[in-house]
């Protein structure tokens, strides 16, 4: 009886090893894997391009599941329906880190791969994080806003949701630039949910409240474009090159911008960089070829009207 049961057991000892290799040797055509953006503006359409030329060079089935919104909870309610379709890896950028926490671990608990891209939930289990830096992008964009109104005077932020780790570690960034510049203050922080039509209008209330206003900082993509389209207004047309505007992100119009002199500079993220790298790890890691992780700076190129012909993402 005792060699029957030993038996039996190397049996299915050697059965779940063999199972366990099938899943490691699984078809990358069987693979799928879901990309998670913030919400549907052009920053998010570059990592699209980047994650689905990247999902076809490698075989693997590919889903971009667009929130509708930029609320935490519908994040939440994406991921609860990719693990109920049993989708083998996810990656996400996150609006709200908190909030993703436990669905995040339950995903990875029910051996889904997930990564973030862009923004990030450090404390939610996620294998990695791949993008920017931010703070120190952000140390980078405060540093030349203080040169360009020579050290002093009142500017602004003009950020996207309030609650995005990424913008507010951009944040954190140029208030520590800042801190070099005692004669710099910041009248105000504004948010405008990257929505243009509210950041146009939070643009306009910042400089009729604040005439005396040297610079303002368009943390989240839609600030340049907003403040572009602010100052090609007759009523702030003699604040076009007074007032010094350092944004994020290369839109059309923002690049616009720079070729219209309504914006100084441009800190130039590597958003297809960042939607390929989010797959091919995510397939690397759903296959075991990549087993110890680790974060991915996409790095950040400083463009102004010098290099705007000549910069790469």
């Not at 990592?47 to 929130?67: H, I, M």
């Not at 049993?86 to 996150?94: F, P, T």
């Not at 990564?115 to 030349?144: C, H, P, Q, V, W």
């Not at 994020?248 to 958003?271: A, H, N, Y």
């Amino acid at each position: 009886m005792r060699v029957l049961f030993n038996s039996a057991r190397a049996a299915i000892l050697t059965m779940s090893l063999l199972a366990t290799g099938a899943a490691f040797a699984k078809d990358k055509a069987d693979i799928t894997v879901a990309v998670v953006p913030k919400v549907a503006v052009p920053f998010f359409d570059d990592c699209n391009t980047g994650a689905k030329e990247a999902a076809d060079k490698l075989g693997v089935q590919y889903q971009w599941v667009v929130p509708q919104n930029t609320q935490g909870s519908t994040q939440v309610k994406i991921i609860e329906d990719l693990i109920a379709r049993h989708v083998d890896g996810i990656a996400i950028s996150v609006n709200e880190p908190k909030s993703v926490e436990g669905i995040i671990k339950q995903a990875v608990d029910a051996g889904i791969a997930v990564l973030t891209f862009d923004s990030d939930s450090a404390n939610s289990g996620r294998s990695m994080y791949i993008g920017t830096i931010n703070e120190a992008a952000g140390e980078t964009m405060g540093k030349a806003m203080a040169e360009a109104i020579g050290g002093e005077g009142k500017v602004a932020i003009v950020t996207g949701q309030l609650g995005a780790s990424n913008l507010n570690e951009r944040i954190a960034g140029v208030k520590k630039a800042l801190e070099a510049y005692p004669k710099i203050t910041i009248a105000a922080t504004e948010g405008t949910e990257d929505d243009l039509a509210r950041g146009v209008s939070v643009t306009e209330a910042l400089l009729r409240a604040n005439p005396d206003l040297k610079g303002i900082f368009g943390i989240s993509q839609v600030g340049g474009p907003a403040v572009a389209k602010v100052l090609a207004e007759k009523e702030f047309s003699d604040r076009k090159g007074v007032l010094k505007v350092f944004a994020f992100d290369d839109l059309p119009d923002t690049v616009k911008g720079v070729k219209d002199g309504f914006i100084d500079g441009i800190m130039v993220q590597r958003p297809v960089t960042m939607g390929r790298l989010a797959v091919e790890h995510l397939v690397a890691q759903i296959t075991g070829e990549e087993k110890s992780p680790a974060d991915v700076d996409t790095g950040v190129t400083v463009v102004t009207a010098e290099n705007l012909g000549s910069y790469t993402k």
